[in-house]
């Protein structure tokens, strides 16, 4: 076969005509090779409906005998696990019962020996419960018998009782009994004992009864085409039932009392027309029965030999009309999704439409997302196209920034050495007198302070920004905050001849935080609004209260914030345009510490303007805190 395909290729390289059309020679070559039989979509489903219906009837009897079984023994599975689930519920009654028994035990009224007084509790329990609740202690001596009056003298139970009560206690877990007769009334009951341990090494055992009758709670209810629901106890009496008369207290039939004394629980046919399963309560060692007609349980093995014979012949019959209706659907599907191929790869619309098989559709949903990832993938390299480029023109503006800042460090450096170096020349001129002496000693002190002002703005950025800053939070008073700022920046307020208005109420605002760093914050709040300020302009400290809240604003009708500055207003180096007359410089760091010491208080801080010229508001919001007690006292 493959010195074909080459021979072929060799004299048919590039074309050939095969039934009359011109084909590519790859396609030619392996349409063509003779080893390959060449089959139409409806005679391949013919063929693959005859090879695999031949096997199904010819084996069909195996097959269907086991069915058969099969049906069967879900019947019995299903009755089995109603009958489980029937003792489930049983048991679920009984462990709430056991529950309230050991809610009981639990009674600080037993515990302290108050016999009286736990009596009147136990028969406040049953009341109304159709039960009863009788307390022995360790010798079998009943202490409390709620089914006899209080004042009713109880009898010596002792030798009855003594042996089943430390049998509990040696046991100590609940012991549930079989279907008892109560004493007086004889009417059916079923009783729970359980072992009590106190301290002191007091000993009891509580024994809860009630009537048998209550148990059908736990029975599904009687219906038509449902089958019958029994309780028997471990001796093989008759509990409970769910269908009247319930025939409390009789034996069970011979078939299903043998099974229980021999522990059987698989399918017992009771010879009544009725076949009974049985599952055991590992809680209370009890059996339920469950009972169905025979007729209910065979009559459906028979009914799915009938419908699976009908079946086999129906399909038969369908087979043929299938194939035939089928390969003709299956040819226009796989055009329908060559088409759609051709019309993706050549980037027009999607053209999909439902064919209706499964494979077809998901190989051209496969078409459909490969198209659709190489379209996502030039979209997402477009846009990491323009994210790198608006990341390298962030990375340029953080260059000019920096750029910027260097320059400008350079020049808040250099401008206080002229100042220094006249006043050092002066204060080596000979002869000098005491008042140029003492104006060059203020030119050098003006100036190291400005400095020593810039590098300690350095080191708190850095601090900051590298959270080694620590606050020393105590309880504050906003006033007191205003006027160590006001003290600290009052040299340069007057120099300006601004009109400093404080507005903060009568009433004193508290707040947590450390107060040199907000002195720092208000401070270089004060200076800034100084900076941008014409003279003899108006500046406003106001602070009050908004709920828990302290807003703290430093007002000014200075040069104002322009737009594209305000969005990054508290940024590193971030400054607006100098004036010509601007005394002060600055390197941009005020505000970012502003920001940076406010969250560490826990607050915010915002700036607002209306535009150039119209000035600024700057607003710190800090969470208060109450007042010192020593204060409030005072």
């Excluded at 002191?200 to 024994?207: H, L």
């Excluded at 009771?270 to 809680?283: H, K, N, Q």
């Excluded at 350079?410 to 140029?436: C, F, T, V, Y």
């Excluded at 604003?553 to 940024?571: A, H, K, Q, T």
């Amino acid at each position: 076969m493959r010195l074909e395909m080459v021979q072929f290729d060799a004299l048919q390289r590039d074309r050939c005509t095969w039934r009359g059309v011109q084909i590519n020679a790859n396609y030619a070559t392996m349409l063509c090779l003779k080893s390959i039989p060449v089959m139409k979509v409806r005679s391949l489903l013919a063929l693959t409906i005859t090879v695999t219906l031949v096997p199904v009837v010819v084996f069909f009897a195996a097959p269907l005998s086991r069915l058969v079984e099969a049906e069967r023994d879900a019947g019995v599975r299903t009755m089995q696990e109603a009958a489980r689930a029937t003792s489930l519920a049983v048991d679920a009654q009984w462990y709430e019962i056991i529950g309230l028994v050991r809610a009981t035990s639990n009674s600080s009224k037993l515990e302290g020996n108050q016999m009286v007084a736990f009596g009147n509790k136990a028969r406040s329990l049953v009341q109304g419960r159709s039960a009863y609740l009788i307390l022995y202690n360790e010798d079998g001596q009943q202490l409390i018998n709620t089914s006899v009056s209080t004042d009713a003298a109880l009898p010596d139970t002792r030798i009855a009782s003594g042996e089943r009560i430390a049998a509990v206690l040696a046991g100590d877990k609940p012991v549930i009994s079989n279907l008892l007769r109560a004493p007086g009334s004889g009417r059916h009951v079923v009783a729970m004992e359980f072992p009590v341990h106190l301290p002191e090494n007091r000993n009891y055992v509580m024994s809860y009864g009630f009537d048998a009758a209550l148990l059908a709670q736990a029975l599904p209810p009687p219906a038509e085409g449902r089958g019958v629901f029994r309780i028997y106890d471990r001796d093989g009496r008759l509990i409970q039932s769910n269908r009247l008369p319930t025939g409390a207290g009789s034996i069970a039939p011979a078939p299903i009392a043998a099974a229980i004394k021999s522990l059987e629980s698989g399918l017992i046919h009771t010879g009544d027309g009725t076949y009974t399963v049985l599952a055991r309560s590992p809680l209370t060692g009890w059996w339920i029965a469950m009972s169905e007609t025979t007729e209910k349980v065979d009559g459906t093995t028979e009914r799915t030999v009938l419908l699976s014979s009908l079946g086999l012949a129906l399909a038969l019959a369908l087979a043929v009309a299938t194939a035939w209706a089928l390969s003709d659907r299956v040819a226009k599907a796989i055009a329908q999704t060559s088409a759609a191929a051709r019309a993706m790869g050549a980037g027009g619309d999607d053209p999909r439409a439902p064919s209706g098989i499964d494979e077809l559709d998901h190989l051209a949903e496969s078409v459909y997302q490969a198209n659709r990832l190489l379209t996502e993938a030039a979209i997402e390299r477009e846009r990491l196209l323009v994210q790198a480029q608006q990341a390298r023109e962030v990375a340029d503006a953080q260059n000019r920034a920096k750029d910027e800042f260097l320059a400008m460090l350079g020049h808040e450096l250099r401008n206080p050495m002229a100042p220094i170096s006249m006043a050092a020349h002066m204060l080596s001129m000979p002869g000098l007198d005491q008042a140029k002496l003492r104006h060059a000693s203020q030119v050098i002190g003006r100036q190291v302070e400005h400095m020593n002002r810039l590098v300690n703005d350095l080191l708190d950025v850095s601090r900051v920004t590298r959270g080694l800053i620590s606050l020393e939070r105590k309880p504050l008073q906003i006033q007191s905050i205003i006027a160590s700022a006001l003290e600290q920046a009052s040299s340069i307020v007057e120099a300006g001849k601004h009109e400093l208005v404080v507005e903060t109420g009568n009433a004193p605002l508290w707040l947590s935080g450390d107060a040199i760093r907000l002195v720092q914050v208000l401070t270089n709040l004060l200076v800034n609004a100084v900076k941008y300020s014409p003279p003899n302009t108006r500046i406003v400290v106001r602070a009050a209260e908004e709920g828990s809240t302290l807003v703290l604003s430093v007002i000014d009708n200075g040069s104002g914030i322009e737009p594209d500055l305000l969005p990054r207003i508290f940024d590193l180096f971030s400054q607006g345009a100098r004036r010509p007359d601007r005394a002060a410089g600055g390197l941009g760091l005020g505000l970012a510490l502003v920001r940076k010491i406010v969250e560490l208080h826990g607050g915010t801080v915002t700036a607002y303007s209306e535009g150039v010229g119209k000035g600024s508001c700057f607003t710190i919001r800090l969470p208060m805190c109450e007042a010192p007690v020593e204060t409030e006292t005072a």
